[in-house]
């Protein structure tokens, strides 16, 4: 399985921008873009022509790096929006909301989506009680995503469940930390998605 490897701050170095995928280190005073807010490399510091393309890319990519989807199947969800009724850009955005792992650091028993992969993969996360390993499985209206009984008390789980207070769930999800348990009452509009993308150039760049 294909997945990206290299190290997450230079992803946020080279967006110019935090895009929150290690936890509690992007809130520190150590975060390497409060450091060196240029991308990584050579020619980081220089200036770059912002040409339309260009843009649209760097929207691609990021929303690609938020979620954590390699291109292949980032191109996928993106011809799947496109065939659904509605905004393209707005089915992207739902479709990577709905993903498992998505939902599992939404919900707060992760500190970032790279640790809701990891606890996903490996197979401490059912879906309507049967276990799901595949960190892109998509959750339904209706569905129950709970942590698995021989894992609630696993340390990234206790403190999920310390922590759950301090927390607000998106309004499309209920969580229950007593239970560790996430109740998907709707798929998300445009309008509850904080993920700050301009899905507009990523629909121009995928219409060329």
């Known amino acids: 399985m294909a997945r ?8 946020c ?24 807010p240029y991308p990584p490399g050579e020619h980081g510091r220089g200036r770059t022509k912002d040409s339309e393309y260009l843009l649209q890319m ?12 390699l291109e292949k199947q980032f191109r996928g969800y993106y011809e799947e929006a496109q065939r659904k009724p509605g905004k ?3 089915n992207l955005l739902r479709i990577l909301e709905s993903r498992l792992d998505n939902v599992v650091y939404r919900g707060g ?4 989506r790279d ?7 490996h197979g401490h996360i059912t879906v309507n009680g049967t276990k799901v390993d595949i960190p892109s ?9 709970e942590v698995r009984p021989s894992s609630v008390e696993l340390t990234p789980f206790v403190v999920a469940r310390a ?35 301009q899905e507009q150039l990523i629909v121009e760049l995928y219409s060329k």
């Not at 929150?20 to 450091?35: D, M, T, W």
């Not at 028993?109 to 970032?112: D, E, G, L, Q, R």
């Open 4 to 11: 990206y490897t290299g190290a997450d701050c230079k992803r």
């Open 13 to 36: 170095r080279r967006e110019k921008t935090k895009l929150f995928l290690k936890g509690a280190k992007c809130e520190s005073p150590k975060c390497p873009i409060e450091i060196r």
């Open 58 to 69: 760097r929207e691609k990519q990021k929303a690609a790096r938020i979620y954590g989807v």
């Open 88 to 90: 393209t850009g707005e």
């Open 109 to 112: 028993f992760a500190k970032s």
């Open 115 to 121: 640790m809701a992969r990891q606890l996903v993969r």
């Open 137 to 145: 499985y998509r959750v339904a209206p209706n569905d129950i995503v």
């Open 163 to 197: 922590e759950a207070a301090e927390r607000t769930a998106p309004a499309w999800l209920e969580v229950i930390p007593g239970r560790m348990r996430i109740l998907v009452h709707t798929l998300p509009a445009r309008q509850v998605i904080d993920t700050p993308v």
